[in-house]
């Protein structure tokens, strides 16, 4: 069971960077997201076109951040998290849709190509817990622990 800290941070922020690693070259992207509680997965769109895009198909693995913007230490949060990306398939298709669509319906009106990220690893900082305290979930991290 995720912490239901994550999932309120995930579902309150909207832009997560992620990054992809092709021929031993790092990338990192920008997009905008849906998190779907039920299936622990982000899910976004980018064109296949864009280096990312390739990059996804040549490396499903990634990794990504989603963050607080803040200049208060005490009040600093975010995500890091390994995850594998595909494009979505079977039911997971039209869940993806209606969820990306409801939060951002101005998709709509533009061609989407949709992927999701499966999330396998989560770490999250949060200062108001304490400086520099962190929850993680998913290998290697015990779930649920918080460590200074």
Known sequence: MIDSRIVRFFRKHHVLTIATSSEGKPWCASCFYVYIESENA?????????RHGQEFIR?????GA??????IIGKIRGIQFEGIVSEPEGNLVSLARKAYLRRFPVAMLMETHL?????????YTDNRLGFG???FWGEPAVHGQIID
Do not use: A, G
């Open 42 to 50: 982000l899910v976004f769109t980018t064109d296949l076109k864009t």
């Open 59 to 63: 490396n499903r693995n990634v990794s």
């Open 66 to 71: 989603v963050v607080l913007e803040t200049k």
């Open 115 to 123: 992927w999701i990220v499966r999330l396998t690893h989560i770490k």
């Open 133 to 135: 305290k962190k929850l």
